[in-house]
């Protein structure tokens, strides 16, 4: 607490420091010893003997803004913020104009809670500075956050009579219809702060977030209605983001004509939507900005987008692009890593390895090996199991993991065990191969490095079916096997196929330690195809029949949302 | 010796685990993994036929049902604790419960249950809808037509939520006039008006809420919530006299309102000042929290359940058998009821220490009786247009949903000779 109440003495301190030449001329301040030691005694907490220094610092000087903003640090930490506000009153009526002593003033009265003494400060500062649209807006964001919302609304209005004009109240109003639940007005409201104040798009998406689903179609047309511009689009696109609709977001963004601000808004928003995962959407966005701006950087940052959201091809393309434009040196640690590692997902990795020959001479040894090996990734991918070794021997061997993957191909169970427990932190797939082999004594099995060896090829749907025939010949991990064949049915949209898989183990392999597992996925599976009283039977099922089982409460979770005695929304 | 130990080890050797007991006691302390269930399996086994006892104050008002294969499966499916007894057992436990201020209170018919509620609300903004949905319970949905065409009698036990029966909508003009879900819902309410053959809203309000009077009068149970309590003692109340504002029924409120005011139509509330302006969001001086006027709203504390005599006020008891006595608060369009406007003889179930305010109340009216508890819904204190909807499975423990189905149950208990 201690520390805590330090740094943010510092950095108020420190901002104050920043905005001194500022301060300075608005009030002719000057810095003096006492309001240096002030300053100093307020950072050790020495709040007693820091106000009495920025009182002689007012008593010198009684128009420092400096020292009066000190005070009001330190009495607020003593307790006695009141006995600033005399000190206010003097300093105000020599200084009526100065905002800062006004909004000193509403602070202190506000932390005191003397919300009649607020409107009395307000209406003085009204009168004193007419036409000013500060009081309004400084008295209307108290309220605001304070919860006084129809006294803030009445504010807003007295400000846009007496200060002339809406548009300078557009951030308050913003704020005050966002916290009525008024979306809709709030946006638009917005969509008039932002384009005044780019900066205030974060607080835009921070408040319009929360709007309700039903309502978020209004907002989207106020912040995307013609004339179209760049900060409310900027807005909407972060906001979609944050409702996660992130394909909304760059069909609204992307209509904007590229010019510099536009390319900011991409490039940002490509960001935004990297950070959420929304990968596809961000090479959208930065393939945009290329073409508004030719760049490499942007296009290789695209290619991984699209390599992360499975479009290996495009990701080929676009390092493909991006090496055009670039020496060979940069292109060789920038797009080529991204370029080998599509061609290697495409299955392509002839063209990997020409393309690797290429880059030799810009390529140090240890980065040949390294990339030699994401090329032996490509050769299993294609099934070619005697390029991978040789792609293995170039890389200088030495990989445990992918020897092990290829001994698992081959059917060598035993050596793929042994060479992928060698790996040590294994995580993802190698797990889950780990975890099978573990299940099994067997020693070598042809049909599951077969299914091993479809999977890895791309297809699912015959993997799917080698997973199912391997596991009568290991019968010590068939229902993992059929296990993992009705998962893959299931990733492949093949719904009938996967239930007969998990139907087997219910009904073959019920003391199996999928069983429960087999019961929960059936079920979900019946979910998702609208079969909601079977569906039930199977929760049921698996809950009676497994009542320790780990999936218990999942499987309760389901039955409720089956059974509608829960928001499904939740 | 030896000998004796092995054939009470063979004994028990030969009893299958899944044996039945000749009861099942449904524990409502700490130990129940799912408090809001266990009135869901007592109601529908009471549904089914079956016979069950409520013991007050046994172990935070414990269950007592048959022990049968069906009961045991659907306490299994949803995560109910259960304990099979045998009779040996259970006299011990109404030993117990004889030395004690405790009381079994036998459970016979579930009763039917109909919640008044609008056709263009969602289920899952009505905290009692959450808690019958959660728990299994069901109801049939009624509103002003059905009311009207004298439905209520169907019914044991009704509930009402934040219904506004003055006719003002909740006021919710104020700072929705423009939103569309308030035009919809402006919109149906008159055209159920005109239906129904009243000139506005208000008209039709103050007749649904004299029949719901009746209703209780004719020894029905009723149950209400939020803005619904207050708003119905003062639709009540103000029989004679305009107590809506200019944009509810063309006119203003009448000026003498409060004076014009007929507190012996009421249930629970007497001498309450009119909120005069149509522009503050507050029907009366009634709630104590104001939670929708900004210079009035009080913050929320803890409501603490009273304790009475299960053996002399029994249906008290069931009122607020819970395993928690301090529960915290959570606001509504009226979320406390002032003491100074309680009408005498109102039974106080819940109070927040050195409030104005009592937060649950009851009373009998006629041959029937009702329960008012303020607030919108106890596990969202905050509730706000728009929020979330409440998922009970988050909150399968919840004591302040356990008052509401307390509500729920207590009609099923026969009625027993009071012995003072």
Known sequence: MRINRKAVALVVVAALGMGAPVASAQSGDTVSAAYLRGQDLETRDQYDSAAAAYRQALAQTPTSLTAMLGLERVYAQLGRSDSLLPLLDSAIARQPRLTALRAAQMRTLRSLGDRAGMQRAYERWRHDVPHDSAPYQEYARMLIEDGYTAQADTVLQEGESDAGGG?????EVAQLDAAMGKWEPSARAWRQAVADNSYLADAAVFALFPTPMATRDAVRRALAAPPVSTPPLKV?????????????????????????????????????????????????????????????????????????????AGAASLAARAETDLDSAAAATTALPVHLRALSTLGRPADGAKLLAAYAGVLSSDEQAQYARLLAWGWVRVGDLDHARQALAASGGGDDAASGWIALYQGDLAGARSQLHAQGDPAGDVLAVIALLDRTRATKSAPLGN???????????????????????????????????????????????????????????????????????????????????????????????????????????????????????? | MRIVTALVALGLALVPPTARAQHLLVPMDDEQTNHLKAYGLTYNALHDGARGEWLLNYRGGSFLLPDTPELRRRAALDGITTQPIDDATLADIRNQMSQANMESVPLEKAPRIAVYTAPYSPPWDDAVILALRYAGIPYTPIWDDEIEHGDLAKYDWVHLFHEDFTGQLGKFYIAYSGASWFVDMQRTNMAMAKKLGFPNIPALKKDIAMKIREYVNNGGFLFAMCGATETLDLALAAHGVDIASVFADGTPM???????????????????????????????????????????????????????????????????????????????????????????????????????????????????????????????????????????????????????????????????????
């Open chain 1, 236 to 312: 909407l696109g972060a906001l979609e983001l944050a409702w996660g609709a992130p394909r909304e977001g760059w069909t609204a963004l992307h209509v904007l004509r590229p010019d510099s601000a536009t390319l900011v808004a991409w490039v940002d928003f490509a960001r935004r939507a990297e950070q959420a995962n929304a990968w596809l959407v961000a090479r959208d966005a930065l393939v945009a900005a290329d073409q508004a701006d030719p760049t490499p950087g942007y296009l290789v940052r695209a290619a991984n987008d699209a390599l992360a959201g499975g479009d290996a």
């Open chain 1, 167 to 171: 548009r300078g109240f557009a951030y």
């Open chain 1, 451 to 570: 299914a091993y060896l479809t999977l890895a090829r791309g297809d699912t749907a015959a993997a799917a079916a080698d997973f199912a025939a391997a596991a009568p010949a290991l019968s010590d991990a068939g229902s993992l096997l059929i296990a993992t064949s009705a998962r893959l049915y299931t990733a492949h949209g093949d719904a009938p196929q996967a239930i007969a898989a998990w139907k087997t183990i219910v009904d073959s392999l019920p003391q199996s330690p999928e069983a429960p597992e087999a019961d929960l996925e059936w079920a979900r599976i019946l979910r998702r195809t609208k079969q909601t009283p079977e569906a039930i039977a199977r929760l049921e099922h698996l809950i009676i029949t497994y009542p320790e089982s780990a999936l218990v409460p999942q499987a309760r979770r389901e039955l409720e949302l089956a059974r509608q005695t829960v928001p499904s929304t939740s």
């Open chain 2, 254 to 420: 009448d000026p003498n309102a409060d004076a014009k005011m007929d507190w012996n139509a009421s249930f629970a509330f007497r001498d309450a000042q009119l909120e005069m302006s149509p522009y503050v969001n507050s029907m009366s001086d009634i709630d104590g929290h104001q939670a929708n006027v900004p210079g009035r709203r009080q913050p929320l504390g803890t409501f603490t359940l009273f304790a009475f005599s299960a053996k002399f006020d029994p249906v008290p008891s069931m009122l607020v058998q819970d395993h928690r006595t301090v529960i915290p608060d959570f606001y509504g369009v009226t979320t406390s009821f002032m003491k100074n406007r309680l009408k005498p003889g109102v039974t106080v179930l819940a109070d927040e220490a050195g409030a104005p305010w009592v937060k649950y109340i009851h009373g009998d009216y006629g041959k029937g009786s009702w329960t008012f508890l303020g607030g919108h819904d106890p596990e969202d204190p905050q509730h706000a247009i728009g929020n979330p909807p409440t998922d009970l499975s988050l909150h399968p423990n919840s004591p302040g949903y356990r008052l509401i189905l307390n509500n729920v149950l207590f009609p099923a208990a026969k009625k027993k000779p009071l012995k003072t």
